[in-house]
């Protein structure tokens, strides 16, 4: 069933402590090379708070203080919000972060994209009791929290125009997986190390759309898109 950030729970204490002020953020953002407007950075400074708060108990992820997060992390986010830009979605598209995790890349993304209605996915109940706090205390429109695999999303989330998942699976079985969720002329975006391969996806029945490049904190990163092959567009 599903769950929006109306629903969440709450979180283990307050993050106050270690979460980056608006001033602190938007300064390291533009040591980055991005601007943020005012809310934001707001936004994005209690996201970070809270994860590097939550992070000290549940592991969500390697880096521990909120800059490192931003300079190794984040940058998926913005470099994603840029890549979706440019690709033919439809006005109101919807969404899929398979496998969401601790949130990234997909909460900094709803504050840089807000296009549509966007669900993250995940099984795992803790990181589904720490994304449900997140997206309610950032009040990030249209996105939801699914408590779910993958293999049992119904009609409330399917068919889907955009498909994400970091670091969820090899490309191969990912692809396999998600083809029956797509619209007609749907994307699938895989985040990789490396460029793609000869033939990458054709024996799942996609066509690479796209090979998108870009440089973060942790070095050369991609972006590979994907249609299947049927689709018009």
């Known amino acids: 069933m599903q769950r929006s950030h109306h629903q969440a729970g709450n979180p283990p204490q307050s993050a106050s402590h270690s979460e980056p002020d608006s001033r602190q953020l938007t300064e390291a953002a533009a040591a980055l090379g991005r601007s943020l407007d ?132 090899p490309w191969p079985e990912y692809l396999e997986l998600v083809q029956p969720m797509l619209a007609p002329g749907g994307f699938v975006v895989v985040f990789a190390n490396e460029a793609p391969p000869e033939g990458a996806g054709k024996d799942q029945g996609f066509r690479l759309d796209r090979v998108t490049p870009y440089t973060t904190g942790g070095g050369q990163r991609y972006f590979w898109t994907f249609t299947p092959d049927s689709a018009s567009r």
Do not use: C
Not at 146 to 163: I, K
């Open 38 to 169: 005012a809310d934001q950075a707001g936004k994005l400074a209690l996201y970070l708070g809270l994860l590097v708060e939550w992070n000290r108990r549940m592991n969500l992820v390697g880096a521990s203080s909120w800059r490192e997060v931003l300079s190794r992390l984040v940058m998926d986010s913005w470099h994603l919000a840029d890549h979706l830009a440019e690709l033919p979605l439809p006005a109101e598209p919807r969404s899929l972060d398979l496998g969401a995790g601790a949130g990234l890349p997909g909460i900094p993304l709803r504050i840089f994209w807000n296009s549509g209605e966007y669900r993250l996915v995940e099984i795992r109940e803790k990181r589904t009791i720490f994304l449900r706090v997140a997206v309610a205390k950032l009040d990030l429109p249209r996105t939801f929290v699914l408590r779910s695999r993958v293999e049992n999303l119904g009609a409330d989330a399917l068919p889907a125009d955009l498909v994400l998942g970091r670091a969820f699976k």
